[in-house]
């Protein structure tokens, strides 16, 4: 298609400003081809307050502090995971150990900086969390910013990756018939961790676009 975003927005403002209604430019767009989610999106950036010429609604920006506070949230949620998972499996290996391994020292080693990581990534990443949320509250267009869908979708992409590896390295050892306890246990592990990012942000992303 030979027309951009940059024609349609004009289209629309222009169809606006000449008394059409937006079920009218709906149907003219859809006869020529365009998709319905991208006339929504144009229709949307303008409000049905009644006013001489089309009323925009705020657009959601990107600014240093905003790119900022949602890396920090992101980057200490995949630290924390990486780390509870890591706790999780030293676990697993002291209750379970593995005969053929001598890893106690290690072990020791591991979990204490497993548990320092926690303690230190979690309160920062359940505070920033708390306070991006609470200026979504205040200023519902931010439910939109580029940098928070981009990190929530890449988020979404790695937990499903995780999941997917997880699941063939299962079905790789059972069909190969060497499943254990502790491994299936770590199995379990990655994918409740993964599994409830994954469920999490999904569930997130899709009411904040009906909301939005």
């Not at 989610?37 to 009644?50: C, H, K, N, V």
């Not at 509250?137 to 979708?153: D, N």
Request: net charge neutral; glycine share 6%.
């Amino acid at each position: 298609m030979a027309s951009g975003p940059q024609e349609l927005e004009v289209f629309v403002r222009d169809a606006l400003l000449r008394g059409h209604g937006k079920s009218d430019i709906t149907q003219a767009l859809l006869s020529a081809g365009w998709r319905e989610e991208q006339i929504r999106g144009a229709l949307a950036a303008y409000s049905d307050t009644p006013f001489e010429v089309p009323v925009p609604r705020p657009r959601a920006s990107v600014s240093a502090r905003e790119a900022f506070l949602y890396l920090v949230m992101f980057a200490t949620l995949y630290f924390f995971a990486y780390h509870l998972g890591s706790l999780l499996f030293d676990l697993i290996n002291h209750v379970w150990p593995d005969p053929a391994q001598s890893i106690h020292g290690r072990l020791g080693s591991s979990m204490r900086w497993a548990t320092a990581a926690i303690v230190i990534s979690f309160p920062v990443f359940a505070y920033v969390s708390h306070y991006v949320s609470r200026d979504v509250a205040l200023y519902p267009i931010k439910r939109l910013s580029p940098v928070r869908r981009w990190l929530t979708y890449l988020t979404l992409f790695i937990a499903a990756a995780i999941l997917i590896g997880d699941m063939t390295t299962l079905l790789y050892n059972l069909l190969g018939g060497e499943l254990t306890t502790r491994f299936v246990l770590k199995v379990l592990v990655v994918a409740a961790i993964a599994g409830g990012v994954f469920g999490y942000y999904l569930w997130d992303l899709r009411r904040e676009e009906v909301e939005a």
